[in-house]
């Protein structure tokens, strides 16, 4: 197999490229991103591409055509919202224009999408579990997640166009791990995490590792389609909060969302607005696929997903 793995300036990508590294099965790998790689790679190449720049299809088919490239690995997308809305719309959206262009004009066998279960969006109506068929209404809460929407529907129309391609999108739960820098992570870091008065959804996690290991399954396995990846189980929000060692400090909504906004607005705030309401209603994805198609069986169950991001935080308040 000869993969290239865009994004691995990004702490996803850069694991996807080391844990591709020591798979045997592949012969060839392309690092692909804004920065090269900090640790030296022995199997990759490294090729700077920019899915800002006007011309990074152009680019983009050259790199895989001159490795003969079969499999594209596409991780680059922002792990939390941010403040440069019209740069991270750029990155996201038109980039992956970019990566499908040079996906078709290549003849790419295989692309692997990384998503999030978030673009669910978090409604009154959302039962327990979300199969992947369930519809992509997060986008109506925040430009964050409209920007992964709209990749999402632009690669099942690119899909759709070449059926005997094979297009893998992961939608991952939120990361937590040592290294992972997600929304996820910036809430669960807090000392005093606000919640929605009243409510207490329940959340789903996965840790980075397992979420590593499924984009390595997904370059092996044809699946074609979304596949919900999470650590099994699903804990209480509250109790996420005490198991990283913060402690819960409930709100009323409105209070949530004036403060958020203004924070946000500032440029003060990580948290922006139309996020809260994942503190106040569920957002969980069904994983049947996950294990029947995909074959994914993770190392760490919801809690011990967060004691392991919990300790790593830990370690490293102490150390600074």
């Not at 850069?14 to 790998?29: G, H, I, K, S, T």
């Not at 692909?32 to 152009?58: F, N, Y």
């Not at 503190?279 to 011990?304: D, I, M, N």
Request: proline share 7%; with cysteine.
């Amino acid at each position: 197999m000869r993969v290239a793995v865009t994004g691995s300036e990004n702490h996803f990508g850069r694991a996807v490229v080391q844990a591709l590294e020591a798979d045997p099965e592949v012969e060839a790998l392309l690092a692909l991103g804004t920065r090269p790689p900090a640790q030296k790679l022995a199997k990759a190449q490294w090729r700077e591409v920019d899915l800002v720049h006007p011309r990074s299809a152009e680019h983009l088919a050259q790199f895989l055509a001159e490795a003969a490239v079969d499999t594209v690995v596409h991780t680059a997308f922002l792990s939390r919202p941010s403040h440069r809305g019209g740069w991270a719309h750029e990155l996201e959206a038109i980039g992956t224009r970019s990566v499908l262009a040079a996906a078709e004009s290549t003849g790419v066998r295989k692309l692997v999408l990384r998503s999030t279960t978030l673009v669910y969006g978090a409604r009154p109506g959302n039962p327990n579990y979300l199969c992947e068929s369930a519809p992509l209404a997060g986008g109506e809460q925040s430009p964050w997640l409209a920007d992964k929407v709209e990749v999402e529907h632009q690669v099942a129309q690119f899909a759709h166009k070449h059926p005997t391609r094979t297009v893998t999108v992961l939608r991952l739960a939120p990361v937590l791990g040592p290294t992972a820098d997600t929304l996820g992570t910036i809430y669960l870091k807090r000392r005093l995490a606000p919640m929605w008065l009243g409510y207490d959804p329940l959340v789903q996690v996965v840790h980075e590792e397992d979420a590593v290991e499924a984009a390595r399954l997904a370059v092996h396995r044809d699946v074609r389609g979304a596949v919900n990846i999470a650590a099994p189980g699903v804990v209480p929000l509250a109790t996420a909060v005490r198991l990283a060692g913060g402690r819960p400090l409930p709100l009323p909504g409105r209070v949530l969302h004036t403060v958020s906004e203004t924070l946000w607005n500032a440029q003060l705030g990580d948290f922006p607005p139309g996020m809260v309401d994942f503190l106040r209603f569920v957002c969980a994805g069904s994983l049947r696929l996950q294990q029947e198609q995909l074959g994914l069986a993770p190392k760490y169950g919801a809690r011990e997903a967060i004691l392991s991001f919990a300790g790593s935080a830990k370690l490293k308040r102490m150390a600074a």
